[in-house]
């Protein structure tokens, strides 16, 4: 098991900048990679970023290249999303998600408000 707790949501005005963090505690050795997901009211869960825990290889969606930047401390098992220039297109539920091949986790989500 691998639990998950994300911090760091909030309202914040458009152009604005917020830090996510998602505290991973548990089986984390067999973590094989995190990300970062979102849903929207009335969409989907859509993903956002991710990075793999060995080496630091990052891959982000379309509408956060540029704007986001994933990261980890691989002593603190703790992965954050550096959001810039947020958009009121990016409010949503952030969930931290870790993939340990076999099976997935996720956390509880964090609110993130863009007002325009």
């Known amino acids: 098991q691998v639990q998950l707790v994300e911090s760091g949501g909030g309202l914040v005005q458009a152009g604005g900048s917020l830090r996510l963090s998602c505290a991973a505690s548990?089986?984390?050795?067999?973590?094989?990679?995190m990300g970062w997901f979102r849903q929207a009211p009335g969409k989907e869960r859509e993903f956002v970023a991710r990075?793999?825990?060995?080496?630091?290889?990052?891959y982000y969606a379309d509408s956060a290249k540029g704007r986001f930047t994933i990261s980890r401390d691989s002593a603190k098992n703790t992965v954050y999303l550096q959001m810039n220039s947020l958009k009121p297109e990016d409010t949503a539920v952030y969930y931290c998600?870790?993939?340990?091949?076999?099976?997935?986790?996720w956390g509880q989500g964090t609110q993130v408000t863009v007002s325009s």
């Open positions: 998600n870790a993939d340990l091949r076999q099976t997935q986790f």
């Open positions: 548990g089986r984390t050795s067999s973590t094989y990679r």
């Open positions: 990075i793999w825990w060995s080496g630091g290889a990052t």
